[in-house]
């Protein structure tokens, strides 16, 4: 059946004002993140089977030396690590997800960050601005890469510990985060005696992250 005159102007008429509503919705920007983390044997007497070759791995843009040094060195300006070492979602095989999320006076934070066999994921239901290595918030964290193989997980028993220094501090809002981290406990339990480690140290950077 053809449709008819005023059937057809209003169905045109629908389409342009959605097509206006579309072309003026902005396209929130990638997001954009790195981390950094040392991963040992630690010091808890238990089980960690990856007891050599061990070195410090990342992701993000941090293709040379500078870079390097600028993410992790704690005492270098957080703004630095974000204009160097930072990748963005999509680029140089790095995938990346992130929520920073009000959340009762702190921030729910989520992130995720891979690149290659490179893998870091952690929860924080919580944190605030004055968390510090002396009072730190508490979540779950999972690392894997070459060295590891297998993916390891902290737990509710044994979380992560993260805060912030004094350069990362003010730079926890809506969206983005930067922290430094550890955790003291590890594990992978897909063998008969589990294999317990842990990481000393860790920094993690995000931004352009969902903010609900």
């Known amino acids: 059946m053809a449709m008819n005159r005023s059937c057809m102007l209003r169905v045109l008429a629908v389409a342009f004002v959605a097509s206006l509503t579309s072309c003026s919705d902005p396209v929130p920007p990638p997001s954009e993140g ?15 089977k990856i007891q050599s070759g061990l070195t410090p791995v990342w992701v993000g843009n941090m293709g040379n030396e500078e870079c390097k040094k600028l993410t992790v060195m704690p005492d270098v300006p957080v703004d630095s690590v974000q204009h160097c070492g930072m990748g963005m979602d999509g680029v140089n095989d790095l995938r990346l997800a992130c929520a920073v999320v009000a959340k009762g006076g702190g921030y729910e ?33 999972h690392f894997s890469s070459g060295q590891t193989v297998n993916t390891y ?5 044994s979380p992560c510990e993260f805060y912030f ?5 003010g730079q926890l809002g809506p969206g983005k985060a930067w922290l430094t981290f550890s955790c003291p406990n590890i594990e992978y339990l897909g ?15 995000f931004q352009n992250c969902d903010e609900e």
């Open 109 to 141: 934070i989520m992130g995720y960050a891979q690149q290659g066999t490179h893998f870091l994921r952690f929860e924080i239901p919580s944190i605030t601005s004055d968390a510090t290595a002396a009072a730190p918030a508490t979540g779950q964290g």
């Open 165 to 169: 220094n004094d350069e990362q501090r």
């Open 191 to 205: 063998t008969s005696v589990p294999s317990v480690c842990s990481i000393q140290t860790g920094y993690v950077a």
């Open 153 to 157: 997980n902290s737990s509710e028993g």
């Open 34 to 48: 790195a981390w950094w983390v040392d991963f040992k044997p630690g010091t808890h007497g238990q089980d960690c």
